[in-house]
């Protein structure tokens, strides 16, 4: 048994999936299978026509929210991911549940070679998206 060097600091999530790269390459396939699978239509519908500007503001987010650079949260100052959501009009269980399928189903085909990173990471996406929909319809405030 080795001992943990004390210095050392915890692994960024970011570090641990490798970056921006692989966090792009998912953010993709999640918009891919959102837009071509039937079983994904209703949360389809809820975004506009041209998906290419939340390919790049989810990949954004995501390379915040796993401890990389903040250049979202510098775009939008004060704002919040989980409020701007719950105001969102049609956010209920169906379809919070259709986009935590589709990005299980694009974590695993994209992270192949790591299956508990991909499954802690989608339960937290489960967390807040039932978090969105169990408080559905709430004011835009915290
Ligand atoms: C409950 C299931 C969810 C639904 C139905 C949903 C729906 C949407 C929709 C419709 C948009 C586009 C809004 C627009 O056109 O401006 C959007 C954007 C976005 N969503 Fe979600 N979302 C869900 C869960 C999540 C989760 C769990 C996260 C974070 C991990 C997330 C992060 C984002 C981000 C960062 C954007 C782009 C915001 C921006 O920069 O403009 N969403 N979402």
């Not at 999936?17 to 039937?38: K, N, T």
């Not at 995501?62 to 105001?87: Q, T, Y």
Request: hydrophobic content about 45%; charged content about 25%; glycine content about 6%.
């Amino acid at each position: 048994m080795s001992e943990a060097d004390p210095a050392a600091k915890p692994q960024r999530p970011f570090d641990r999936i490798g970056g921006r790269e692989p966090i792009a390459r998912m953010v993709d396939r999640f918009y891919d299978l959102m837009d071509s699978e039937p079983d994904f239509a209703e949360l389809r519908a809820m975004h506009g026509p041209d998906l290419a500007p939340m390919r790049e503001a989810l990949t954004d987010f995501l390379i915040a929210w796993m401890g990389g650079p903040r250049d979202w949260f510098e775009k939008h100052p004060g704002a919040c991911v989980m409020s701007a959501h719950r105001a969102m009009p049609g956010m209920n269980y169906a379809v919070a549940t259709q986009w935590v399928v589709a990005m299980q189903q694009a974590a695993k085909e994209t992270i192949p070679a790591d299956p508990d990173f991909v499954d802690s990471m989608v339960s937290a996406f489960a967390g807040m998206s039932k978090s969105m929909a169990a408080n559905a319809g709430q004011a835009d405030n915290h």
